[in-house]
């Protein structure tokens, strides 16, 4: 069970802060069960109700500052995500944003630069459908980082572009 106050990944929303956990009484709510009242980051002034046991949506404990340290040191090692099948590519991206792990998140999100890259080389930009998860991973992916290491998103965002970079500067 996680804590008041603490923040997690709750499903497809993101990056939630648990305001309390307690019994509801409502339309449609166990008064039985205990819920999470969770306060989604991305999203000012919304709530969300969740039972503790919620066997439907993946919930988990934000990374540690240590693995967000480890994480970002192994950018240039972390080799991105290969999608052989452009029609897999959605089916793909949803899979990662669902699971929410980082190292995933991170690996695609590498895939995604570096298509952009490439295509920036040729005066072109990526795709309607690519620009959308790429901002909902770079959404993710950043926020947690920015959250763990008490650092605004921007500056999360760049310590990882600056390690992509670097790793394209010497031809890897």
């Given at each position: 069970?996680?804590?008041?106050?603490?923040?997690?990944?709750?499903?497809?929303?993101?990056?939630?802060?648990?305001?309390?956990?307690?019994?509801?009484?409502?339309?449609?709510?166990d008064p039985a069960k205990l819920?999470?009242?969770?306060?989604?980051?991305?999203?000012?002034?919304?709530?969300?109700?969740?039972?503790?046991?919620?066997n439907k949506v993946r919930m988990?404990?934000?990374?540690?500052?240590?693995?967000?340290?480890?994480?970002?040191?192994?950018?240039?090692?972390?080799?991105?995500?290969?999608?052989?099948?452009?029609?897999?590519?959605?089916?793909?991206?949803?899979?990662?944003?669902?699971?929410?792990?980082?190292?995933?998140?991170?690996?695609?999100?590498?895939?995604?630069s570096d298509k952009e890259y490439?295509?920036?080389?040729?005066?072109?930009?990526?795709?309607?459908?690519?620009?959308?998860?790429?901002?909902?991973?770079?959404?993710?992916?950043?926020?947690?980082?920015?959250?763990?290491?008490?650092?605004?998103?921007?500056?999360?965002?760049?310590?990882?572009?600056?390690?992509?970079?670097?790793?394209?500067?010497?031809?890897?």
């Amino acid at each position: 069970m996680f804590l008041v106050n603490h923040y997690i990944m709750y499903g497809v929303v993101g990056i939630c802060r648990i305001r309390s956990i307690g019994n509801l009484d409502g339309e449609g709510l166990d008064p039985a069960k205990l819920y999470y009242t969770l306060e989604p980051l991305q999203s000012n002034g919304s709530t969300i109700y969740t039972p503790v046991e919620n066997n439907k949506v993946r919930m988990r404990s934000i990374i540690s500052r240590e693995e967000a340290v480890k994480l970002i040191q192994e950018v240039p090692q972390l080799k991105p995500i290969r999608i052989l099948d452009d029609k897999r590519c959605e089916q793909i991206y949803k899979e990662a944003l669902k699971e929410n792990d980082c190292c995933e998140l991170l690996q695609l999100f590498k895939y995604l630069s570096d298509k952009e890259y490439k295509r920036s080389g040729n005066n072109q930009k990526l795709s309607a459908m690519d620009k959308k998860y790429m901002d909902l991973i770079k959404s993710r992916l950043f926020g947690e980082l920015a959250i763990v290491l008490g650092i605004p998103c921007e500056k999360a965002e760049s310590e990882i572009v600056e390690r992509i970079e670097a790793t394209k500067v010497k031809g890897k």
